[in-house]
């Protein structure tokens, strides 16, 4: 079945928090389930974010970048679980990569998926998860 999705560039998550909340809640389901207050918490206003749209003006992926000096990092990549193994996150990590140069890091439960889109591994973390960074030049 094709979908007609589409992917944004936003400088601010003015408008979409309701839809984002329930897209997080779903992405996260497990405790603490706070992963919402926690990207409205660093979110910064000018910050890049990029949501995928379906043909319902629903948002169903999202992702941002934290930038810094050299890079930035990316932060919360969530796909709503009707939407996995579409390669809409991977669509969206290349949209940000088009737009922002530099050592992207990323701290990861699925270094797998990452691995794919060209970052390496650099540390398994005590919590399990991986820091990862790819240069984006």
């Known amino acids: 079945m094709e979908r007609n999705i589409r992917i ?8 979409i928090l309701p839809e ?15 992963v919402f207050y926690r990207v409205i918490e660093q979110y910064r206003i000018g910050f890049p974010a990029y949501v995928a749209i379906d043909e319902n003006e ?21 796909v709503h679980p009707d939407f996995r193994s579409l390669h809409i996150g991977s669509d ?5 990569f088009l737009e922002n140069r530099g050592v992207i890091q990323i701290t990861t439960r699925i270094p797998k998926f ?12 005590p919590d399990n998860s991986y ?3 790819c240069l984006n030049y």
């Open 92 to 96: 969206l990590v290349q949209h940000l």
């Open 131 to 133: 820091f990862m960074i």
């Open 58 to 78: 629903k948002i169903i992926a999202f992702t941002h970048l934290a930038p810094n000096s050299k890079g930035g990092t990316l932060e919360n990549l969530a």
């Open 114 to 125: 990452f691995e794919k889109l060209s970052f390496q591994s650099i540390t398994q973390l």
């Open 8 to 15: 944004y560039r936003r400088n601010n998550l003015a408008g």
């Open 20 to 34: 984002l909340k329930d897209l997080l809640d779903t992405c996260y389901p497990n405790p603490p389930k706070d």
